[in-house]
């Protein structure tokens, strides 16, 4: 069940859920040790968490966030330059 909390006299906004713009992937090959941002294809409900490093990534309107497909593997985990927006993720 969703629980809809409302306060009296103010009128609702609708919430804009985390989206993904890039993700920050390294290279192949002799390349590894550089890394490219790449246009984001993975939706943030695709992760079992999500942590919000930095709002407004050195002034750059993105936001830095950290994805984990696990709880318990950091070493799997992504980052993304998207949108924190409300924080929540909307589920597909």
Known sequence: MKTECVIIGQEEKKKIPINF???LKSGEGSMQSEFFLVEAKTSSSSFKKLELICSD???SG???IFAMPDD???SSGLLYLGYWNDGFVEEV
């Open 62 to 64: 993105f936001d830095l």
């Open 57 to 59: 990534y050195f002034h």
């Open 21 to 23: 713009s890039f993700v």
């Open 72 to 74: 318990d593997i950091r």
